[in-house]
Structures are given as C-alpha cells and as structure tokens.
C-alpha cells in the first residue's frame, strides 16, 4: 500500500553558475520539475519548490583566473542571468538562491562539523600534484597533459573533452600546472572521506528492495553502482574558492562541491521559511522529489542520501525522476563548444514564444533515452500541432460564438447521441493526465493533453455549427455550448505545460477561477457567461526564422573547426 503524504518539497538540480542555461538544462530538469510543481500546486497540495545556483568548485575558479575577475564576479553574473532565464520561462520556484548565501555558508559547515564531530568521516592522507610556482596543491581541473588514449594535448586530469575519457591526473602524460605551466610534483595532502562502502547495506534495500518503481534508467545506474561496491569518497579540496573546512587541519582546503551543492537544497530552505523548514526535511508526513539529468543520479540517490542518513534527522528523497540527455541537431550540447540554444537568446530571437519552446522541450523529452531537438521539428510541432489543432480549435469556438450570440455562451439544450459520445471522451480526460503525472511521464501527460485539443477540433469539423447556423440556432447553440466547455478544460489541461498560452486563454474565455478539479467538467462555463473577444494564442512560425537558428549553428560549427582548441 503506497503511503500518503501531507506536503511535497521539490528540489531541482543546481546549475552550475560558470555560464547561461540552455535548452538541455531546461528540458532534463527545469520544465518537468515546474509541470510537476504547477500540477500539485493546482490540486490544491502543499508544495515548496526549491532551486539556486551551484556556485563553487574549479571551473568557476579557473574562469576567474582567465578573465582577470575574482570567482564572486563570474558567479554574480551568470546567477543573475540564470535566475532571468528561469522567471522569463515561467519557472515558479518559491526561492531561488545561491551556494554563496550566509546561510548557506553556515548551514553547509555546520552539516560537515556534525559529522565530524559524529565521527562519520574517515582521514586518509594521499600524494597530489603539487604546484611549487603557485605554492598550492592542483585540483584535478588545474593539471593538463596529453590523453593516454588519444594523443590530445589538452587533456585535463579528471576528462579528456577529446575522447570523452575519465582520467585521473597520475593518467596524463607530461602533465602541467594550468595556473602556471610549470611541471607539477606529487606532494603528500589529509583528507576527509564519506565512508559510502559503510552504507552500502541499507543503500541496497531502499534503493533495490523499497524503490522499483523509479525510473529504469535511475534504478540500472544504482544497481551498477552498488553492484560494484561502493568506495569511501573525499568530502574536502584543497582550494581557495569554496566553504573552509570548519575543523583543525582544514586550512586551505574547502568542502568539495559535490558535498556543498546539495546540502543548498537544504540551506535555500532555510532561507525561505527559517521558522517551520524542518518540516520540509524532517517529518516523515512530507515527500521530497529530486529532479535532476543522469550525471547527478549518483550523487542524489546514493551520496546525499548517505549524508542525509549520517546526519540521522532528515528524511531520504522519495523519487528521483532523472532524464537524459537532450542532443542539439545530431550532436551533444556543449557549453565549452557554444553548441546550445541559450534561453536568454531564444527570448531575443522568439519574443513571448515561452510556451513553444515548453511545448517541444517537453514533448520531445528525454525521459527513457536521449533525445534530438532541431529547428524543424520546433517549426513542425508549433504550426501543425499548436497553431492547426490547439489555437485553431480554440479560436474556431471564439469566433463562431461571437459571430452568433454576441460572444455569450448559449445555452446547451437536448444532446444528440454524437454529442454525449464527445463529452465522454474528454471527460475522460482527467484521470488520463493524473495517470500519466503521478508517474512523471509528462510527455505522454502533454499528449493527453492535446487529445483534448484533437477531440474539440473534430468535434467542430464533423458536426458544422457554420452550417447548421443557416437553419437550426438551437443545434447551433448546443455544438458552441460543448465547444466551449472543451476550450475551458484545455486552459485547465495545459496550465502545468503552457503557462502563458492558458492564462491568456482564461483571459479570452473571461474565466480565472479554474482550477485541477473542474477538469473533465461540461458546466465550467455558465449559459450567458459573456466572452472577451478572440486572440490567437498561436502564430506560425515561418521559414526564415528556422534559416536564421540553422544559420546561427552553422556558424558556430565552422568556429570550432577553425579553432579545435
């Protein structure tokens, strides 16, 4: 028997602030998070969806070192932008915070010191390349050499972004220093560990035994983890850019910001309700879901969940919803590469076009295996599907009634069997998208969706009300009657999906006070309930916008050739 809960917390994957957010980030994490929030929030449920901008750690730094600027400075400015990006998307975090917050400093420390003090760490001492010229040791980012396993130059110690390759620095030859180009030494360096081969035990039954029903592609990366045993994993760098080590020996080293990001997730907490947040993370009553692309599957179902249990207060993630990855035109999104469509331009490019791009994000979503957008597609799927099935059914209804009852809904009167036929079929409607929301498939939720969408637009082809009009007004009144309805349950159906589409169809319809219970309903709109006049929700898109994105990519494409490093 599944358990009931009274409140839902729901965290969203932390982007990293060393750049803008891009239309993988939005489809793996932020719009599947934002439907599940908005479709909660819209039942009616307690919910706090909590995001921020992950802050620390070696590329922000090295960004730093190469502009000339301070870390604080880059961060500041990508977290402005990011944190834009998501409101212009009608991304509704109840706060969106930061990893260099007061209160994330604090409660970060104060996590690692409890377990510290706990005796949850173990110290292992390890030699680590060592910069004589900078007098620091070099994380793994900071060494370049060439990759043993194909010959590029540029290799860095922890990935060669030629062969795609995990390294280790003691992998590379002929390694340097990236701060100073000098050859680096190995040098004797303590460390704190989170023992996870401790918790291995209890980790096998949650995940493996309690949770078979998360997503095949989350519970496969666990099984092949623990299947593999778990290793203890070091919980401090040794930095200058991060949150110090609050304990004696720990200076010059900083928390690693795999520790440090999720315990944000906690800290923003605080920050937005500082006198009830335990009751997000420490009642069992409440549920916590975690959103998230598969590169952080480990660290939220197995690492944080370890920490969490070390601590012994908090409750552990009830689902983890990962998605892979979302590819760009055939080929990988890469931040280094320019290879993306960043959301602030998408904005400049395709003003007040949000909901096209939520739409096709999510209707070509990453959720079992990855997935390809291209600006075809984007065009295909607004001007046949949005423009020709939803807007067009929609705007059909408006401009009919407005034609023949002076844009007031007309009473029904008697159904024909035809009729009653339709109404079934989207009363149906409801239970279909719950089905499908409750199970995090929100791209099968979106096409029930627009099955609505479809039934409506039939509806009207088969049954003719323009017709009809010239001889039979009460026949007439009743098709718009039905018509109508639809179009108030597609403003309900969508709201999770397309925000700004459905607000500004309640505005049309003159109809605000909808919400997840009415849906399915033939009553939402009462006989002689006065409409505003008709807008398009949609518009085409034509084919010289679509050449300008391709153009755009081209470009950048020939600059990477050009310029392979």
Partial sequence: MSKTFQRTLITSALPYANGPVHIGHLAGVYIPADIYARYLRLKGEEVLFIGGSDEHGVPIALKAKAEGISPQEIVDRYHYIIKKSFEDFGITFDIY??????????????????????????????????????????????????????????????????????????????????????????????????????????????????????????????????????????????????????????????????????????????????????????????????????????????????????????????????????????????????????????????????????????????????????????????????????????????????????????????????????LDEFKRIRQDLEDCLNQFRFRDALKEAMNLARIGNKYLADTEPWKLAKTDMERTAAILNISLQIAANLAIAFEPFLPFSSEKLKRIINKKDLNWNGLGSIDLLGADHQLNQPELLFEKIEDEMIEKQIQKLQDTKKANNQNPN
């Fill in 97 to 422: 915070s930061r990893t260099t917050s007061a209160i994330h400093y604090k409660t970060a420390s104060d996590f690692f010191r409890k377990l510290y003090d706990k005796g949850e760490f173990i110290e292992k001492t390890s030699e680590q390349y060592y910069d004589e010229e900078a007098k620091q040791f070099l994380a793994d980012r900071y060494i370049t050499g060439e990759c043993p396993h194909c010959a590029n130059k540029n290799a860095y110690g922890d990935q060669c972004e030629a062969c795609g390759t995990s390294l280790t620095p003691l992998d590379l030859i002929d390694p340097k220093s990236a701060i100073s180009g000098s050859v680096p030494v190995l040098k004797e360096t303590k460390h704190w560990y989170l023992p996870l081969d401790k918790h291995e035990a209890w980790l096998k039954k949650w995940i493996l035994e309690d949770h078979k029903e998360w997503k095949s592609n989350v519970y496969g990366q666990c099984k092949s983890w623990l299947d593999m045993g778990l290793q203890p994993r070091a919980v401090s760098r040794d930095l200058d850019w991060g949150i110090p080590i609050p304990v004696e020996g720990g200076e010059g080293k900083v928390l690693y910001v795999w520790f440090d990001a999720p315990i944000g997730y906690i800290s923003n907490t605080i920050e937005h309700s500082p006198d009830d947040w335990e009751k997000w993370w420490k009642d069992e009553s409440s549920r916590m879901i975690h959103f998230i692309g598969k590169d952080n599957i480990v660290f939220h179902c197995i690492v944080f969940p370890a920490m969490l249990k070390a601590d012994g207060t908090y409750i552990l993630p009830e689902n983890v919803p990962a998605n892979e990855f979302l590819n760009l035109e055939g080929d990988k999104i890469s931040t280094s590469r320019n290879w993306a469509v960043w959301l602030h331009e998408y904005l400049e490019d395709f003003p007040e076009k949000q909901d096209v791009l939520r739409y096709v994000l999510t209707a070509n979503a990453p959720e079992t295996k990855d997935n390809d957008f291209t600006w075809k597609d984007f065009q295909a799927r607004n001007n046949n599907e949005l423009v020709a099935v939803f807007g067009n059914f929609v705007n059909r209804a408006l401009v009919l009634t407005h034609k023949y009852f002076e844009g007031k809904v007309p009473a029904r009167g008697a159904l024909n069997d035809y009729d009653r036929a339709t």
